[in-house]
C-alpha cells in the first residue's frame, strides 16, 4: 500500500477517481487511498455497480495499485445478485492484475477479508444457508 500512495502522490492525482457514474459515488466511498466503502444492498444495480468498480479497478492499477480494499456492510445483498461467484469477479476485474479484497462489517464486528483471487468454496462460508437459524 505504501508503494501505492506513493506512486498516487507522484503523479499528483487524486487517490479517489473522478467518475462518470455520479450517482454510484454514494454507494462507493473512498475511505483512504486503496480502501473504499461499498454500501450498496438490495435493488442496487448490479451491473452499474459492476461497470464503477472495474473503472475504479483500472485507474488505480494504471497507478500501481495491487490490491484495493472493499468495506461492506450488506454482504447478503451483493451475495443474492451473485456479486461474489468466481465468473462474476472474473468478469468484473477483466484482464486487470489487481486483487479485490474484501471485509465484511456488521454490529458484530468484521469478517477478515475475502479476496477476489477465492474460490467459491471459500466464499461459501461467509454466508449462511438458506433457511439456517
Known sequence: ???????ISQA???PAPITVHPALQKYVVPVAPTCFLL???AGSDIG???AHIHE???TYHAYGAL???FIISDAQALNATGFFTPE???VLLGD???DLRYLFASELGVVPYISSFRTQTDWAKYFPKEGAH
Open 48 to 50: 452499474a455497480l459492476s
Open 88 to 90: 462474476h469477479q472474473r
Open 12 to 14: 499528483g492525482i487524486s
Open 39 to 41: 454500501e450498496a444492498g
Open 67 to 69: 490490491n484495493l480494499t
Open 56 to 58: 475504479i479497478a483500472k
Open 96 to 98: 486487470l492484475a489487481i
Open 1 to 7: 500500500m505504501e508503494n501505492t500512495l506513493h506512486a
